[in-house]
């Protein structure tokens, strides 16, 4: 059985599955090789590589064809990564075996044609890192978070050495499930995620470091807690995420999460200078790249929340027409109150509703905002949110504390004062998307 030795290492796990599943045939093109291990696809392939490149177009048919002037056990294996059925699986299986038939069992556990990922003990480095990286996500789906973290950071070890690119993918996704896993603190994956950033510095994909700067900006926005200096740095972050050629079309997901954290590190920074009052606006038309980059019918919670900030934001721009700023920040809670759902995320209604409600009373527009900010004080006595129904409370007494006069004078709900804007409950916290 033809060895892989003389093949390694292979661009395993550097590519979207099945691509990344593919293993390149004997004999070796040195610079095509070299550019594939960067995550660079050569316009033209060698012959015998030929297949991949025609299945990196996602031209499958034609890549199987081509498969014919590659030797066994490689164009067998490349077949079924290509065309992943269970009976030709099993034929494979019977066929294969020592690492082959790992690679193939791993193979099939990707493509979810088998249930449990194999023993990586026969296979090293870049093979090896595959195949504890999929026990990770085993781990994982298990709800085993502290055993899928460990075991995503042994795949990370093993792969560094020979393919560097493929390590930092596996750190970028250990930066951002330390980010998601509450009991693990954010300078663990800020450290992760500087040591992935220092793996993909030859690497040729700009949507691998675009992630790992914007999971950086993160790590760094939850630690910051107000300090201007990492708030400063996750801005740089941030910025760089945006940097790296990722666009509304090309990434929409990507570019509008670093947005929309872009907005909300500009809107934590302590307004301590003049200039800090400039990035108000900056934050703004992040937010507005966001609210556009966001589909409200295929992702509308991440919608609502970029909407939510534009609107917080608005609130509090400076301006020679204040009065146009609140106008729009009315009409931007009023979607995310049309999105948000009322009876699955009555918290997150409320803010909304008590952030209008705040507007609505800086406009003179008492009635309105009476009415709003009093139906999210039930909402937030109802649900225990004690902070929040304090600041309901408070906008409560200075809409009666400034209505009571006018209404005296005339009938009108209108008064050239307004009363002291509370401390809105931005939702300012950074979140992994």
């Not at 395993?12 to 599943?21: C, M, S, V």
């Not at 790992?102 to 194999?118: G, K, N, R, S, T």
């Not at 330390?178 to 009991?183: K, S």
């Not at 209505?403 to 401390?423: E, L």
């Amino acid at each position: 059985m033809t060895s892989l030795a003389n093949m390694r290492p292979q661009p395993w796990g550097l590519y979207d599955p099945p691509l990344g599943l593919l293993l390149l045939p004997p004999p070796r093109a040195e610079p095509e090789h070299a550019a594939l291990m960067r995550g660079e696809v050569p316009e033209r392939l060698p012959g015998h590589w030929e297949f991949w490149g025609w299945a990196q177009q996602g031209q499958m048919d034609q890549a199987r064809k081509l498969l014919q002037r590659v030797p066994e056990p490689w164009a067998s294996y490349n077949r079924f990564v290509l065309q992943p059925t269970q009976s030709a699986y099993q034929r494979l299986r019977s066929r294969l075996q020592g690492p082959w038939l790992v690679l193939l069992q791993a193979a099939a556990y990707a493509l979810a044609v088998e249930d449990q990922p194999p023993s990586p003990d026969l296979l090293s480095d870049e093979l090896a890192a595959v195949v504890w990286m999929l026990h990770a996500t085993a781990a994982r789906e298990r709800g085993d978070e502290f055993g899928a973290l460990e075991l995503l950071q042994r795949a990370a070890c093993a792969a560094e050495s020979a393919s560097p690119v493929l390590a930092a993918r596996l750190l970028c996704q250990l930066g951002q499930w330390l980010l998601e896993h509450p009991g693990h603190c954010p300078d663990r994956a800020a450290q992760v995620l500087r040591q992935g950033l220092q793996l993909a510095r030859q690497a040729a994909l700009p949507l691998l470091n675009a992630q790992l700067w914007l999971y950086l900006g993160l790590a760094l926005h939850h630690q910051a807690q107000g300090s201007r200096s990492l708030l400063l740095e996750a801005v740089r972050c941030y910025q760089k995420a945006l940097h790296q050629g990722i666009t509304r079309a090309s990434a929409p997901q990507l570019y509008a999460l670093a947005q929309n954290h872009l907005g909300l590190a500009y809107m934590a920074m302590p307004l301590q200078e003049a200039s800090d009052r400039l990035r108000l606006g900056i934050a703004v038309r992040a937010f507005r790249e966001a609210v556009q980059t966001y589909d409200p019918e295929k992702t509308p919670q991440l919608w609502a929340s970029a909407q939510m900030n534009l609107a917080n934001a608005l609130q509090y721009l400076p301006s020679a027409h204040p009065a146009q700023n609140l106008l729009q920040a009315v009409e931007a809670y009023e979607g995310v109150l049309r999105v948000r759902d009322k009876a699955l995320d009555p918290v997150g209604y409320a803010r909304a509703l008590l952030n209008q409600a705040n507007a609505l009373a800086h406009l003179g527009q008492f009635s309105r905002a009476l009415d709003k900010a009093s139906e999210a004080l039930v909402v937030f006595r109802r649900h225990e949110q004690n902070e929040e129904a304090q600041a309901a409370l408070q906008l409560i007494e200075q809409i009666h504390q400034h209505r009571c006069p006018s209404t005296q004078k005339n009938q009108h709900d209108r008064s050239t004062t307004h009363p002291k804007a509370p401390q809105a409950p931005l939702s300012s916290s950074p979140a992994v998307g």
